[in-house]
């Protein structure tokens, strides 16, 4: 089984930064897409940001220029480091895991971690 494990969430004042990591631990040889989505109390999940192995990334355009993400594909973690954050930022921030091929192969989710951002 493959588990991803968030941490680095919290509360932070408008135009501050945050900087959130994941692990995907088991037994793995590769994953495909390694990222980041979000969900807002009565929002559906979104994409906020995610990483190839080829190391092509896709960034949703509310955080764009704000954002980075980052990927080690041998230690097969995922960070992503929030700049000049606003209170619209605030939601369960969640890693994801695509394409994973080990023994358990498929596609994970991290457990979430929150984010507030106050004005």
């Known amino acids: 089984q493959v588990q991803l494990v968030e941490s680095g969430g919290g509360l932070v004042q408008a135009g501050g930064s945050l900087r959130l990591s994941c692990k995907a631990s088991?037994?793995?040889?590769?994953?495909?897409?390694m990222g980041w989505y979000r969900q807002a109390p009565g929002k559906q999940r979104d994409l906020v940001a995610e990483?190839?192995?080829?190391?092509?990334?896709v960034y949703a355009d509310s955080v764009k220029g704000r954002f980075t993400i980052s990927r080690n594909n041998a230690l097969n973690t995922v960070s992503l480091q929030m700049n000049s954050l606003k209170p619209e930022d605030t939601a369960v921030y969640y890693c994801?895991?695509?394409?994973?091929?080990?023994?358990?192969?498929?596609?994970?989710w991290g457990q979430g971690t929150q984010v507030t951002v106050s004005s």
């Open positions: 994801a895991a695509f394409g994973v091929v080990g023994t358990a192969g498929g596609d994970y």
């Open positions: 088991g037994t793995i040889f590769s994953i495909t897409t």
């Open positions: 990483t190839t192995t080829d190391g092509s990334t």
